[in-house]
């Protein structure tokens, strides 16, 4: 029976870890849609943004790879 507690006091302690990270992130999303609308404010386009931050978070040769195809693209259908 003892190591039933045990089990169950470690998941609890994993669950409560979780919930604490989940509220923390929760916390971290609110801050960062504040700093997309104080961009927007002052004149920034949010979703262009949005945009450049996923474009850094690649790596050079991914990134040239997705210019190079939507560039294929936007020829493919006219869109100069």
Do not use: S
Not at 66 to 73: G, H, I, K, S
């Amino acid at each position: 029976m003892g190591d039933d507690n045990v089990a169950a006091d470690q998941l609890r302690l994993f669950i409560e870890r979780i919930e604490r990270l989940e509220e923390e992130k929760k916390g971290m999303a609110d801050d960062i849609k504040d700093v997309y609308l104080e961009a927007k404010a002052t004149g920034f386009v949010p979703a262009t943004m949005k945009t450049i931050v996923r474009l850094r978070k690649m790596e050079k040769d991914a990134r040239d790879e997705m210019d190079a195809l939507v560039e294929t693209y936007r020829n493919a259908l006219g869109l100069h």
